[in-house]
């Protein structure tokens, strides 16, 4: 089969990059490339501004419903070809299709169309005042904005980010990862058929130093939304820092999942447990790397979680047999092998996995790792500090809520915890002092488009979600009036 060509969408058009240099990307259920990315440069990205910019106006004008309206025909267009959608992202992420299918796509096309549901009634504040004026909230699109988007969930999280940008009246210059383009790619074409104006959404390809830097410098982009690392945020809020540019920073993190020994773990929990530290090959930002466990149900919990970690069947991502598909890349697979041998070097007991799995077949060059449990770690290893991002959970023994609370809290990151009691009280009281963004109480992964979502310390800046976003990629402007 000829490798792939995915090309930029710049003013409406499908362009190679300037310098016509592509970058390889690989199939990581085979460790084969199976397409080529263009490797763009500054030059593409002040190309892509410009034409944004020279949209900007046309666009802020355009009456909501029609953005609206626009949107929802894009997220039909991706929805009439989920099938296509689906195998292209397992295929360049190897993750499941299963999961791309059930997951990713149509998150993407929710995405798309809970925005330009949301926009429509959305209204801003007023404020009157008994002297005989009313202040009234203005809220205006802010022009230029960058989008920057990470590999773990490829075209759920890119369109996470363009869809309130642009139902807010923004135009975009988005800049999907290099090393999962290819959906990305193949909604740029479909918002040509979509009939988005030119300039409207813009998409640059290429490598996240040059590319995605170029995006944050441009004097024209007037703010980013930046989903991807902590090392990387920290990269761009610098950038950023001299222009004075809003930032949306949505970054890594090392998620507690927090089982009391009041818990109800019927079958279905338990296997929600497991989930939450295997799903996607713990590629997911929400995975809870760290499972903290009261001590008095601590070996009976251990069985029962690792009968079912070992279960886990690694294995061809396109397999419906398949409960964990390929790492992303070669480097994110040393990254995590290496992850392990660390935790084996600090005294940690591997309870299952430890090892990578080289399958059969054409799969033989494929990125796979067993899903890993390791225990007798303290809170404050690296194993237990570092977010490692691949299918390795490291189990923690706690006596009682203080010392869960310490442990929970107890590192650099807050994105996500899960809590797992039945106490009521426990569960408001404890959820409150959790120092994350997001805590799931009984559940993990259930989300409402309409809520506030990102992290604390190290996990970023800003929300995400509902009118959050929708506040992001706008500027209030309050205006006074004296009657
Ligand atoms: P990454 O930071 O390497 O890359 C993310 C994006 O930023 C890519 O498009 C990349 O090309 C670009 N980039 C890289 N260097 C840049 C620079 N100097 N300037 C501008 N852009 C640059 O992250 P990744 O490895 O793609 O993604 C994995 C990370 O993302 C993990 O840390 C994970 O926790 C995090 N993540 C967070 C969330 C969240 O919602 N908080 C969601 C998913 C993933």
Redo the contacts with the bound molecule.
């Keep these: 089969m000829p490798s792939l060509r995915l090309a930029n969408l710049i003013d409406g058009r499908l362009q190679a990059p300037h310098l016509d240099r592509w970058l390889e990307v690989f199939e990581p259920a085979t460790g084969e490339v199976f397409a080529h990315c263009p490797d763009s440069t500054a030059e593409d990205v002040a190309d892509a501004v410009a034409a944004a910019q020279r949209a900007s106006s046309a666009w802020a004008a355009t009456p909501t419903e029609q953005r609206a309206r626009l949107l929802h025909r894009l997220a039909d267009l991706i929805e009439a070809r989920l099938d296509a959608f689906a195998a292209l992202e397992s295929r360049d992420s190897g993750k499941l299709l299963s999961l791309a299918r059930s997951l990713d796509i149509p998150r993407a096309v929710s995405n798309l169309r809970y925005f330009a549901a949301a926009v429509v009634p959305w209204s801003s504040e007023s404020h009157a005042m008994e002297l005989g004026a009313i202040n009234y909230t203005l809220r205006q699109p802010l022009g230029v904005v960058g989008c920057?988007?990470?590999?773990?969930?490829p075209l759920y999280?890119f369109t996470w980010k363009i869809a309130p940008a642009l139902a807010a009246g923004n135009t975009v210059v988005a800049?999907?990862?290099?090393?999962?383009p290819c959906t990305a790619a193949l909604l740029g074409e479909l918002s040509i058929e979509a009939g988005f104006p030119p300039g409207v959404l813009n998409i640059v390809q290429?490598?996240?130093?040059?590319?995605?830097?170029?995006?944050?410098e441009h004097a024209g982009v007037k703010a980013?939304s930046?989903?991807?690392?902590?090392?990387?945020?920290a990269?761009?809020a610098t950038?950023a820092a001299p222009h004075f540019k809003k930032l949306s920073?949505?970054?890594?993190?090392k998620n507690p999942a927090i089982v009391f020994a009041d818990a109800d773990l019927s079958d279905a929990n338990l296997d929600t447990i497991v989930r939450s530290g295997f799903a996607n090959q713990g590629?997911?930002?929400?995975c809870g790397s760290r499972l903290l466990v009261q001590r008095t149900i601590y070996d009976n919990f251990r069985a029962r979680y690792l009968e079912r970690v070992r279960a886990l069947r690694v294995g061809d991502p396109l397999d419906a047999s398949s409960d964990l598909g390929a790492l992303?890349s070669q480097p994110?697979f040393d990254k995590v092998m290496g992850c392990i041998a660390q935790a084996r070097d600090e005294g940690g007991h591997i309870l299952c996995g430890g090892q990578s799995i080289t399958l059969p077949g054409r799969h033989a060059g494929g990125w796979y790792v067993a899903p890993t449990v390791i225990e007798g770690l303290g809170p404050n290893t690296a194993t237990n500090q570092q977010?490692i991002?691949g299918p390795v959970v490291s189990l923690i023994p706690f006596e009682d809520e203080a010392e869960a609370l310490a442990i929970a809290n107890g590192t650099g990151y807050g994105?996500a915890a899960s809590l797992w009691t039945t106490d009521l009280a426990r569960a408001h009281r404890f959820g409150a002092q959790l120092d994350f963004g997001i805590v799931w109480i009984n559940c993990w992964l259930l989300r409402d488009l309409r809520t506030p979502?990102?992290?604390t310390k190290q996990?970023?800046l800003g929300r995400?979600g509902g009118v959050e976003a929708l506040r992001f990629f706008t500027e209030p402007k309050n205006i006074c009036i004296r009657y």
Excluded: D, M, Y
């Excluded at 290429?206 to 944050?216: D, F, K, S, T």
């Excluded at 989903?227 to 990387?232: D, L, R, V």
């Excluded at 920073?249 to 993190?253: D, P």
């Design positions: 920057i988007s990470p590999w773990n969930l999280l800049k999907p990862s290099e090393i999962t290429g490598r996240g130093p040059i590319v995605g830097q170029a995006i944050v980013v930046f989903t991807g690392s902590t090392k990387t945020g990269q761009i950038a920073l949505e970054l890594g993190g590629e997911i930002c929400l992303v994110h977010e991002f994105l979502f990102g992290g996990s970023g995400e």
